[in-house]
């Protein structure tokens, strides 16, 4: 994201090359950033979800220790 | 040997890794909308028929009250009898319905009055849209219609938990993409 927003305009991508304007620029950033950052989103809702399981699940009982 | 105990029931797992690639779709069609109407001189272009924003909103609200029936079947699994369960599932079935109905009269309105797929970036993107969501109501009505005859026969609601578990998670997803299309592509 950070190389994303440093370079301008991204000379390489032929989209952000043909951008004719800066709301054009501004559209292609946005959507990048969309499409960047949700699968992460998800990743860390997931997770979180799971935390939340993990926690609010009663805990399993102790494997019996081997008594001498 | 006791089998250990699920964090997170396989179905809801699995729907939960499906939802997310389905995220992504709809991430990834937004983001071709949101492209081509920026580098549309005109937006919408001239000579286009105008969306029916009023009914869409209606209906729009149709949908949402849907999310609070099929809240009320999923609750009703925990413990209450199983006609309610069952009230519930058939009142979010026929609201999906009636939200597809509308939406069908809509396109065909539309396509009358010359929106159609091939008639350039406004049409295809609002048929791609709002047409794939289309399909995701279709599939989540026909699949809480095949849950029905399962869930009549249950002995009780609780029976028939996981999978209506499964079905909300999915019909949830499909009532939350919809008003972020309907203020994309009907309102701005």
Known sequence: ?68 | MARPQELVESGVLAMAVFLATEAMLFAGLISAFLVLRATAPVWPPPGQPRLPVGVTGANTAVLLLSAYTMHRAGAATRGEARTTMLRWLVATAALGAAFLLVQGTEWIALVAHGLRASSGPYGATFYALVGSHGLHVAAAVVTLLALLPRAWRAPSAGQCRRRVEVCRLYWFFVVAVWPVLYVLVYLS
Do not use: D, K
Request: with cysteine; net charge positive.
């Open chain 1, 1 to 68: 994201m950070v190389a994303m927003l440093a370079a301008a305009p991204a000379h390489a991508c032929p989209a952000c090359f043909s951008a004719s304007g800066p709301g054009v620029l501004a559209t292609y950033v946005l959507t990048a950033g969309l499409m960047t950052l949700l699968p992460l989103g998800i990743v860390a809702v997931f997770a979180v979800w799971l935390r939340g399981r993990a926690r609010a699940s009663p805990r399993s009982p102790e494997p019996h220790s081997s008594q001498a």
